[in-house]
């Protein structure tokens, strides 16, 4: 979820968000939640030799969390969907071109599935995920300020 906040400077100068990937859902975590995981798996024995697979509660489009967003600034905040070839041109003027790739790969062929949903997080800490409204809360002082 703290992905969102590279928005900071859009939002800074208007009330319109662009990004990649716009038609691929997500379901982003919680930092928190990723804290009391990790919390759990290393005060006890019970996860010793285990992968744990983390996600949010449910998948969402960025047009999604920019409508949340907004809502919870109390702003009318819009989605633009860059097209690839803006969104390859503004990666590529900001990171490796292996980078580039990489979520291209993860993204547009699905390589990574950040979709799917995984019971982790209430399995181990006996609540479910934190939600992304939840988490715009927590942070809607970060988005006044800029």
Same mark, same amino acid.
């Given at each position: #979820?703290?992905?969102s906040l590279?928005? !900071?400077? /859009?939002? &800074? *100068?208007? $009330?319109? *968000?662009? $990004?990649?990937?716009?038609s @691929?859902?997500?379901?982003m +975590? $919680?930092?928190?939640? +990723?804290?009391?995981?990790?919390a &759990? ?6 996860? @010793? ?9 449910e998948p969402l ?7 949340? !967003? ?5 702003? $009318?905040l819009?989605? @633009? ?9 503004? #990666?590529?003027?900001? #990171? =490796?071109?292996? %980078?580039?790739?990489?979520?291209f790969?993860? %993204?547009?062929?699905g390589? !990574? ?5 995984? =019971?982790?997080?209430? /399995?181990?800490t006996?609540? =479910? =995920?934190?939600?992304?409204r939840?988490?715009?809360?927590? %942070? ?7």
């Amino acid at each position: #979820m703290s992905k969102s906040l590279r928005w !900071l400077p /859009q939002l &800074s *100068v208007g $009330d319109a *968000v662009r $990004d990649a990937f716009g038609s @691929v859902p997500v379901a982003m +975590i $919680d930092p928190c939640d +990723i804290g009391a995981v990790a919390a &759990s798996a290393l005060t006890s024995s019970e996860f @010793v030799g285990q992968v744990l697979m983390l996600s949010g509660p449910e998948p969402l489009l960025p047009a999604d969390r920019v409508r949340v !967003l907004g809502e919870v600034l109390g702003r $009318d905040l819009t989605f @633009v969907g860059l097209s690839d070839e803006e969104a390859r041109a503004e #990666m590529s003027a900001a #990171m =490796p071109a292996e %980078y580039v790739r990489a979520f291209f790969s993860f %993204y547009r062929d699905g390589t !990574l599935g950040e979709s799917r949903l995984h =019971p982790t997080v209430e /399995q181990v800490t006996g609540r =479910p =995920p934190r939600d992304f409204r939840t988490w715009a809360q927590a %942070y809607a002082g970060e988005f006044a300020t800029h």
